[in-house]
């Protein structure tokens, strides 16, 4: 018995003092809790309070910057009034001298008043006497333009008397101009006679032959009789057809009378299609070129130059409209035309 009871003395209840401690770690743990809570609620509020200062500090920046935008606006305003402001007060000082120019010229007036009063007096003596002059002067030209009425009487009474033997003259030259064109028609048929029998000669001796034929009254040879293409130097059988024209020619020179003025005109054609070769700038130098070989060729057989007359027309007088071969041959041509000088 002894024995347990001394087991029982040396046993210790802990568990009140666990407890203790126990309560006493939860209570720091829950004032710990309690201080971190209130620290929280004071930093939360600290930083709310500084995101409305930054809030508030960008509003007033906005309104600083329009402010100074404001500033810089009326700035220029202010700038651009100052210039208006100088240029008035530069044109308000012009024209304040301006007028004290004027000023000062009507005192210069006023005190020379009368002195220009005395010069005006001058001037009306001097305009007094012009006038008398003048008026002298009119009846000088006045008695001239009596004498000049009777020189024009003097001279139309001549002039009729002239207009009279004018037209005596004008029915004298009437009458001699009706008689002379009756002889220049006569001479004309007379012509137009040896012309007929000159074609007849002519048709007859050189033949029916399509390259040489008559077209109203003129003599019509194809170009390629007398000259290769592009050429103004006669071939051998062109100068035996001249030949033959000729001795037509010479015969027919003899029956003409002297008084009768002829001539045989040549005209060289070309047709459309332009040549521009070196020795033949354009057609016009060929058909020329060509007329002149014939008629330097009827010279040489006797025919006498005062009679053959070369002109060169180039392609602007065809015969065929048309652009084919057998119009363009056609337009190719010499032609021959007894005509009076």
């Known amino acids: 018995m002894a024995l347990a009871r001394s087991r029982r003395e040396r046993s210790i209840d802990y568990w009140p003092g666990f407890?203790?401690?126990?309560s006493t770690l939860i209570l720091g743990i829950i004032f710990l809790l309690t201080v971190f809570a209130v620290m929280q609620f004071f930093l939360t509020q600290e930083m709310s309070g500084k995101d409305t200062a930054l809030t508030r500090l960008n509003a007033q920046i906005a309104q600083l910057t329009e402010l100074l935008s404001l500033e810089k606006t009326g700035k220029a305003n202010l700038e651009g009034l100052l210039s208006t402001f100088r240029s008035n007060l530069t044109a308000a000082e012009a024209e304040r001298d301006r007028y004290k120019g004027i000023a000062e010229g009507a005192g210069a007036g006023a005190a020379n008043a009368q002195g220009r009063a005395g010069e005006l007096s001058t001037q009306l003596e001097s305009e007094k006497q012009l006038t008398a002059r003048a008026l002298a002067q009119v009846e000088l030209l006045n008695q001239?333009?009596?004498?000049?009425?009777?020189?024009?009487?003097a001279l139309e009474d001549a002039l009729d008397v002239s207009e009279k033997r004018d037209r005596e003259s004008q029915s004298r030259i009437t009458d001699l101009g009706q008689r002379l064109n009756t002889a220049l028609a006569q001479r004309v048929q007379e012509?137009?006679?040896?012309?007929?029998?000159?074609?007849g000669r002519l048709r007859t001796i050189l033949g029916e032959r399509p390259d040489i034929r008559v077209v109203g009254d003129r003599f019509v040879f194809q170009s390629e009789v007398f000259f290769d293409a592009g050429q103004a130097v006669l071939k051998p059988e062109g100068r035996a057809e001249l030949d033959k024209l000729a001795t037509v020619m010479a015969?027919?020179?003899?029956?003409?009378?002297?008084?009768i003025g002829w001539v045989l005109r040549v005209d060289g054609h070309t047709d459309v299609r332009p040549i521009q070769s070196a020795q033949f700038p354009s057609n016009w130098e060929l058909s020329s070129a060509r007329a002149i070989a014939v008629v330097q060729y009827l010279m040489t057989r006797g025919i006498p130059p005062q009679r053959l007359v070369a002109a060169g027309f180039g392609e602007f007088q065809p015969l065929d409209p048309e652009r084919n071969d057998d119009a363009y041959r056609r337009n190719r041509r010499i032609e021959l035309k007894l005509t009076e000088r």
């Open 19 to 22: 407890v203790d401690a126990l």
């Open 144 to 153: 001239q333009i009596a004498a000049l009425r009777r020189q024009l009487a």
């Open 191 to 199: 012509l137009s006679r040896y012309r007929s029998d000159f074609f």
């Open 251 to 259: 015969e027919l020179t003899k029956q003409i009378p002297s008084d």
